[in-house]
């Protein structure tokens, strides 16, 4: 059984920096590649960050500079360090995991909720 695992979301004031974390268990970890994605209400789910198996990164425009994927083959997680967070990134933020060898293989975490706000 797949299961992704994400922690680490909460309330952080404008300014203020959070880590995510996913654990992922049931998959061969280093064989995916590792995405951050999120979802604001009444919008679709976007890309934030993706790692790929060879350690490759990407983010989207509008986090380059403020957050950083990473990952831990030996832990079998992915991790999202997020700094100068601001009002509009709060969302829900989920763990993605792609087989780096059939894209439609994909798993997801329940996700986490982040929240910034004064």
């Known amino acids: 059984q797949v299961q992704l695992v994400e922690s680490g979301g909460g309330l952080v004031q404008p300014g203020g920096s959070l880590r995510l974390s996913c654990v992922a268990s049931?998959?061969?970890?280093?064989?995916?590649?590792m995405g951050w994605y999120r979802q604001a209400p009444g919008k679709q789910r976007e890309l934030v960050a993706l790692?790929?198996?060879?350690?490759?990164?990407t983010q989207s425009d509008s986090v380059t500079g403020r957050f950083t994927i990473s990952r831990d083959n030996a832990q079998n997680a992915v991790y999202l360090q997020m700094n100068s967070l601001k009002p509009e990134d709060t969302a829900v933020y989920y763990c993605?995991?792609?087989?780096?060898?059939?894209?439609?293989?994909?798993?997801w975490g329940q996700g986490t909720q982040v929240t910034v706000s004064s």
């Open positions: 993605n995991a792609e087989y780096r060898f059939r894209s439609s293989l994909r798993y």
């Open positions: 790692i790929t198996t060879g350690g490759s990164t």
């Open positions: 049931g998959i061969t970890f280093s064989g995916y590649h």
